[in-house]
């Protein structure tokens, strides 16, 4: 009897665990050599914030609470990396990453305050997409990656408060699961086969400029 108990508890929380297990494991980016560790865990991290939603709405496991600790953790999870990333790149990245830091703690407030879903700007996590393209792409052609880091948490600090929707963005374009999976794939190939990341940098970063140009011309003219 308690065990069937337990095993409904886990299958009622199993987006929840998810969620945590999402998170947990970034501890290691604490240790004094955790900034090598910075791209699979952004990885992992963001595989596990898109497995969580699917399996919530798959299995029909939809809650405000659940809602809440998903947006908790992917606050949790993103400030570490965002930090992280400034930490191990000096003074002038650590100020743009305070930035970034600032627009997420808004953005996740906002969307914790109002329960329904907030349909304009650019999700936390689009942010740790780009970070970690471009560390792979500057590690495959060999280039500072410093400057570019900096104009990305800006730009991202600019995108993730805008009132008007990004509807372009390679993420915003894949709703299915099998989709989904495909982002994450290609996340993972652009990290094992360095020669792949930067086309698929290309692909994010274009579509994520065109969200911004092409949402603002919309908002204008309407």
Not at 114 to 120: E, V
Not at 127 to 151: E, K, Q, S
Not at 188 to 200: C, K, N, Q
Not at 201 to 214: K, M, Q, R
């Amino acid at each position: 009897m308690k065990l069937s108990l337990v095993r409904k508890f886990i299958y009622k929380n199993l987006p929840n665990i998810v969620s945590l297990l999402g998170v947990l494991p970034l501890s290691i980016l604490f240790l004094d050599n955790g900034f090598q560790y910075l791209v699979p865990l952004i990885i992992y991290n963001n595989i596990m914030d898109d497995l969580d939603g699917i399996l919530a709405a798959k299995l029909n496991l939809k809650s405000q609470f659940g809602g809440t600790l998903d947006n908790v953790c992917d606050a949790v999870a993103h400030i570490i990396f965002v930090m992280t990333l400034g930490f191990h790149y000096g003074i002038i990245c650590s100020m743009a990453g305070l930035v970034a830091v600032t627009a997420i703690l808004i953005r996740v407030t906002s969307r914790i305050t109002f329960p329904a879903k907030i349909s304009t700007g650019s999700p936390t996590n689009e942010l740790m997409r780009h970070m970690l393209l471009i560390l792979l792409t500057a590690n495959y052609i060999g280039f500072n990656p410093v400057p570019a880091l900096i104009a990305v948490l800006l730009l991202n600090t600019v995108s993730m408060l805008l009132p008007y929707p990004m509807h372009y963005m390679v993420r915003a374009l894949t709703k299915a699961a099998p989709a989904v999976g495909l982002v994450n794939i290609s996340l993972i190939v652009a990290w094992l086969v360095p020669l792949t990341a930067p086309v698929i940098t290309f692909c994010f970063f274009a579509s994520y400029l065109y969200s911004f140009i092409a949402g603002r011309v919309w908002r204008t003219s309407t």
